[in-house]
């Protein structure tokens, strides 16, 4: 068997398929390949199987010029650079990397909080500047936590973590949105369900965005949904970057219509919305929650042996179609 893997991964990965007898390739350059790049690889070798990135995106094209891969095992747990319809009409296995990195995720979506309600990075940029001058009793007054409201919107693994962090080392009130209730959530965390998204953004001082991208979470958060926020609440995405309509929310935030925002992920990567990045309200990080070694070694892990599982005549454990 002959497997490809769009970039360089944590060694596992590639360790746990030549053990099991494959041929692996790797693209060992520290970029990202374009789509014609992609396209001019996959089809240099037969290969049985693809390992992409959630920067490939995977579409007819791909599957054309590679029509021997039987399964591409994406190293992320979203899947939307994926056409899984096309994939599934032409027989293609897909997986992804779910749980892996729900800790990781959490806890950077808890660090983007703390670095708003203590104005972390605000007033560490302020001191590398040499503008402070001694102790101000007003300088940088930010927020407790405790008895405030968190907002989850997307109650899967990642979203009750970060709500478990919130609730029960922070003391803060959970209230969530879903698609359908979420039992733990509420008998575990005393977490309030809303119907709908409005009445999350209506209650909570911090908003947390933990949906997958499809069509009907694309702009999930837009200029409408933003005014009606508190003034004084912070919008955290750490999900998908489409999911929040950039260039509304940098108007928000100019106009304070929002206290600020905390983002991992952004609507065009590489590429911020004019205007995001000097903004004094925000903290942004470049895709990096699920960058804990623990994490990408686990996610590494689970997409070779979605691999060898399909190859040794099993369902993987995470298949997605």
């Not at 920067?55 to 939307?80: C, E, H, L, M, R």
């Not at 405030?148 to 962090?165: Q, S």
């Not at 205007?275 to 925000?282: D, E, H, I, P, T």
Request: with cysteine.
């Amino acid at each position: 068997m002959k497997i490809y893997i769009t970039q360089t991964i944590p060694s596992i990965a590639e360790e746990m398929l030549v053990k099991a007898g494959y041929e692996v390739d790797v693209n060992r350059e520290n970029k990202i390949l374009s789509q014609e790049e992609l396209l001019t690889a996959l089809s240099k070798k037969p290969y049985d199987a693809v390992l992409p990135l959630l920067t490939n995106q995977i579409n007819a094209s791909v599957f054309d010029a590679v029509p021997t891969a039987k399964i591409f095992a994406n190293y992320a747990v979203g899947y939307n650079n994926i056409d899984v319809a096309e994939a599934t009409k032409r027989g293609i296995t897909i997986t992804n990397t779910p749980g892996a990195l729900t800790d990781s995720v959490a806890e950077h979506t808890v660090g983007l909080i703390l670095s708003l309600s203590l104005r972390i990075v605000e007033s560490d940029s302020y001191l590398c500047a040499g503008k402070y001058k001694g102790w101000e009793p007003l300088g940088f007054l930010g927020i407790d936590l405790k008895g405030k409201t968190v907002g989850v919107l997307g109650a899967g693994r990642i979203g009750y973590r970060v709500a478990e962090i919130l609730k029960k080392g922070f003391g803060m009130n959970v209230v969530y949105y879903d698609v359908k209730k979420n039992d733990p959530f509420e008998k575990e965390l005393g977490a309030t369900f809303c119907d709908t998204p409005e009445g999350v953004l209506k209650i909570a001082d911090v908003v947390t965005v933990h949906v997958p991208l499809l069509d009907s979470t694309k702009h999930l958060i837009n200029a409408q949904r933003l005014t009606m926020m508190k003034p004084s609440a912070y919008l955290i995405n750490t999900s998908r970057g489409p999911v929040v309509d950039e260039a509304a929310l940098v108007t928000a935030l100019q106009n304070h219509i929002i206290a600020g925002a905390g983002l991992d992920v952004f609507e065009n990567e590489p590429q911020l919305a004019p205007g995001l990045a000097q903004l004094s309200n925000v903290v942004i990080t470049p895709h990096i929650a699920s960058a804990t070694k623990v994490a990408r070694d686990e996610m590494a892990v689970l997409a070779a042996q979605n691999i060898i599982d399909f190859f040794g005549g099993k369902v993987p454990a995470n298949k997605v179609s």
